[in-house]
């Protein structure tokens, strides 16, 4: 079984993605949270196998959750999600260790 966490500000869509990933037989989400602060200490606290993170969010971003977890050797494997095309995002993303 994948274990998963979901951080997303949006509700509707954090709600949207845990229904999908929830049918599928092989995959848990075990809590979705709404911002960086939540999503960090859910990580630390849970240990999921992935975390799907919105790159923008309030408190801390994806990408400062995704760098703290790389920073302290988290072995959950993280997954960003965004809709912008924001210069850096990218290759910040990659420095910070993400794997999607």
């Known amino acids: ?3 998963i966490i979901i951080a997303e500000d949006q509700r509707m869509l954090r ?3 845990g229904s999908l990933l929830n ?12 911002n960086g602060e939540e999503a960090y200490n859910t990580v ?4 999921p196998d992935v975390c799907l993170l919105d790159i923008e969010m309030p408190i801390k971003s994806g990408l400062e959750v995704a760098e703290d ?3 302290i050797g ?4 993280i997954i ?12 910040r ?8």
Do not use: Q, W
């Open 93 to 100: 993303a990659v420095n910070a260790g993400v794997h999607g």
């Open 23 to 34: 049918m599928e037989d092989d995959i848990e989400v075990i809590e979705e949270v709404g």
């Open 15 to 17: 709600g949207a993605l």
């Open 44 to 47: 630390i606290n849970l240990e």
């Open 80 to 91: 960003i999600l965004t809709t912008f095309a924001r210069p850096g995002y990218f290759k």
């Open 1 to 3: 079984m994948i274990r």
């Open 69 to 71: 977890l790389m920073r």
């Open 74 to 77: 988290s072995p959950s494997k």
